[in-house]
């Protein structure tokens, strides 16, 4: 997957081989949040101008923005694979929360 950063918000880069264009989207929020460019310069710069919008437009209404993650994850796992869980991150001198942390950003980037 094609991704581009920008004030810690993640765009999905696709290309529309119909319109000959890039296409990108910002993840993580509920928000829908698109542009495009014809360029990957312009894509880049047309990421920053919706972010930026979005701030903007946030600001104007008097709300918090949508942060595409708090940093707390919450989940319901089988009590087997939580027991492995547990053994595994104190086999590694690790807590849960940390070994966990570890495991998900080596998936999330493989």
């Given at each position: 997957?094609?991704?581009?950063?920008?004030?810690?918000?993640?765009?999905?880069?696709?290309?529309?081989?119909?319109?000959?264009?890039?296409?990108g989207?910002?993840?993580?929020?509920?928000?829908?949040?698109?542009?495009?460019?014809?360029?990957?310069?312009?894509?880049?710069?047309e990421?920053?101008?919706?972010?930026?919008?979005?701030?903007?437009?946030?600001e104007?209404?008097?709300?918090?923005?949508?942060?595409?993650?708090?940093?707390?994850?919450?989940?319901?796992?089988?009590p087997?694979?939580?027991?492995?869980?547990?053994v595994?991150?104190?086999?590694?001198?690790?807590?849960?929360?940390?070994?966990?942390?570890?495991?998900?950003?080596?998936?999330?980037?493989?």
């Amino acid at each position: 997957m094609n991704t581009m950063i920008y004030k810690g918000y993640t765009a999905r880069i696709d290309f529309d081989d119909r319109d000959n264009i890039f296409v990108g989207r910002v993840l993580g929020v509920s928000s829908i949040i698109s542009f495009h460019g014809e360029t990957v310069k312009q894509l880049q710069k047309e990421f920053k101008v919706a972010v930026d919008d979005f701030l903007a437009d946030c600001e104007e209404r008097g709300v918090a923005p949508e942060k595409p993650a708090s940093g707390k994850l919450m989940l319901r796992i089988r009590p087997e694979v939580h027991a492995a869980v547990s053994v595994a991150a104190q086999a590694s001198g690790k807590s849960i929360n940390q070994w966990a942390d570890e495991v998900l950003e080596r998936a999330a980037h493989a």
